[in-house]
């Protein structure tokens, strides 16, 4: 396993809350709520498409024991992200390391009233043209 010095989710993790032979699940440090997890493979992945599928299954199968344990007691409900943003630099925030976050959600909580009260102008609505762009590219 190809483990970077300069990785802190290769090496001498903390915070390891649960995980199995190929993935890992940690408390977020920093956090956006109580529970905010992240759930990632144990070998050193960049890109969400070179998972191999056992990692990918390793991965959702921590995800889900996660959502089934927190859900109806640190919320009712739970975001899921994955992002890849290649062209943000490394700092304490963005890590070149493939994580899932499980945040844990509510009605009216915390991240609602500092920002997702103002989502909804946030959302276009879909045009023709932007469909048929998008579906080209998957063609």
């Known amino acids: 396993m190809n483990k970077p010095k300069d990785c802190p989710f290769c090496n001498s993790l903390e915070h390891v809350v649960k995980e199995n032979e190929i993935?890992?699940?940690?408390?977020?440090?920093?956090?956006?709520?109580?529970?905010?997890?992240?759930?990632?493979?144990?070998?050193?992945?960049?890109?969400?498409?070179?998972?191999?599928?056992?990692?990918?299954?390793?991965?959702?199968?921590?995800?889900?024991?996660?959502?089934?344990?927190?859900?109806?007691?640190?919320?009712e409900g739970i975001d899921i992200r994955q992002n890849y943003r290649p062209y943000m630099s490394q700092d304490k925030l963005k890590l070149n390391h493939l994580t899932f976050h499980l945040i844990p959600r509510s009605r009216d909580d915390y991240l609602y009233s500092i920002s997702g009260k103002y989502e909804d102008g946030l959302y276009a609505e879909l045009d023709d043209l932007e469909a048929k762009a998008v579906n080209d590219l998957l063609k």
Do not use: T
């Open 23 to 75: 993935a890992q699940a940690i408390l977020s440090d920093p956090h956006k709520v109580p529970g905010h997890i992240l759930v990632m493979p144990k070998r050193h992945v960049q890109a969400p498409w070179d998972l191999q599928a056992e990692e990918l299954q390793a991965i959702f199968e921590l995800i889900f024991f996660i959502e089934q344990r927190f859900v109806g007691k640190l919320g």
